[in-house]
T-cell receptor, first 117, second 112 residues
Framework: QVHLVQSGAEVKRPGASVKVSCKAS????????MHWVRQAPGQGLEWMGL????????TYAEKFQGRVTMTGDTSSTTGYMELRSLTSEDTAIYYCAGASDQRFDYWGQGSLITVTS | DIVMTQTPLSSPVTLGLPASMSCRSNQSLLHRNGNTYLSWLQQRPGQPPRLLIY???NRFSGVPDRFSGSGAETDFTLKISRVEAEDVGVYYCMQATEFPRTFGQGTRLEIK
C-alpha cells in the first residue's frame, strides 16, 4: 500500500510559478513512478509528466516542455512539480499518482492551484 | 498522440441494473511486449480518481467484482453488473502504451 499526501491549495498571480509537493509513504514506494495529472474545473484529466522512482529522471508532455520541472528528494520520499509562467488556463487541481507496470495505482488528494489577478 | 474516445458521455441508469460504457482508441494499444495498457478509472464527486481496471480486464485490489473490463486493440468496454449508489461519478479510460499518456473525456454515470 502506498499513500500520497500533497501540499495545500494556493492562489497565484499570472506570470508567477507554483511548486506542488507530493509526500509518498509505504513499503515499496521506491519502486513506483510518480506521475502528475491535472484537471481544470469541470474538465477531464490531463497528463503532465512523470518522475522515475529514484527521482533522477523526468519525462514531460510536450505541451508543458520548458515550463514544468519535476524533481524529488529521496531522503524525504517527496516529489515536486514546478510550473512556471502561470496563466488563468493553469487553474486546476493537480494530482500526483504512484504508478507501477503502467497503471496508476495510487493518487494523492489533489492540490487546487488558482491563477487570478 | 493517441486519442481516446468514450461513449456515451452520460449514462443514466437504474439502481440494481447493469451499465456499460465504451472506450475507443485511434490506434492499437497493443504494446510490443504483448501487453495492452488500457485502464479504467473512477472519479466520485469531489474525489481524486481511483484505479478500477488495468490491462483491459484486471481488477485492482479492493475493486468489487461487479466491475469488469473487456476488449482488445482499439475497442474496450467497462461493465457494471448491478449498479449501486456509490458507483455514481465519472469513469475515464486511459492508455499507458505510449507517451504521452492520454485519457478519454469521461462517461458520467448517474442514477435515474
Amino acid at each position: 500500500q502506498v499513500h500520497l499526501v500533497q501540499s495545500g491549495a494556493e492562489v497565484k498571480r499570472p506570470g508567477a510559478s507554483v511548486k506542488v509537493s507530493c509526500k509518498a509513504s509505504g513499503d515499496t514506494i521506491n519502486t513506483y513512478y510518480m506521475h502528475w495529472v491535472r484537471q481544470a474545473p469541470g474538465q477531464g484529466l490531463e497528463w503532465m509528466g512523470l518522475l522515475s522512482p529514484t527521482y533522477e529522471n523526468a519525462t514531460y508532455a510536450e505541451k508543458f516542455q520548458g515550463r514544468v520541472t519535476m524533481t524529488g528528494d529521496t531522503s524525504s520520499t517527496t516529489g515536486y512539480m514546478e510550473l512556471r509562467s502561470l496563466t488563468s488556463e493553469d487553474t486546476a487541481i493537480y494530482y500526483c499518482a504512484g504508478a507501477s507496470d503502467q497503471r496508476f495505482d495510487y493518487w494523492g488528494q489533489g492540490s487546487l492551484i488558482t491563477v487570478t489577478s | 498522440d493517441i486519442v481516446m474516445t468514450q461513449t456515451p458521455l452520460s449514462s443514466p441508469v437504474t439502481l440494481g441494473l447493469p451499465a456499460s460504457m465504451s472506450c475507443r482508441s485511434n490506434q492499437s494499444l497493443l504494446h510490443r511486449n504483448g501487453n495492452t495498457y488500457l485502464s479504467w478509472l473512477q472519479q466520485r464527486p469531489g474525489q481524486p480518481p481511483r484505479l478500477l481496471i488495468y490491462k483491459i480486464s484486471n481488477r485492482f485490489s479492493g475493486v468489487p467484482d461487479r466491475f469488469s473490463g473487456s476488449g482488445a486493440e482499439t475497442d474496450f468496454t467497462l461493465k457494471i453488473s448491478r449498479v449501486e449508489a456509490e458507483d455514481v461519478g465519472v469513469y475515464y479510460c486511459m492508455q499507458a502504451t505510449e507517451f504521452p499518456r492520454t485519457f478519454g473525456q469521461g462517461t458520467r454515470l448517474e442514477i435515474k
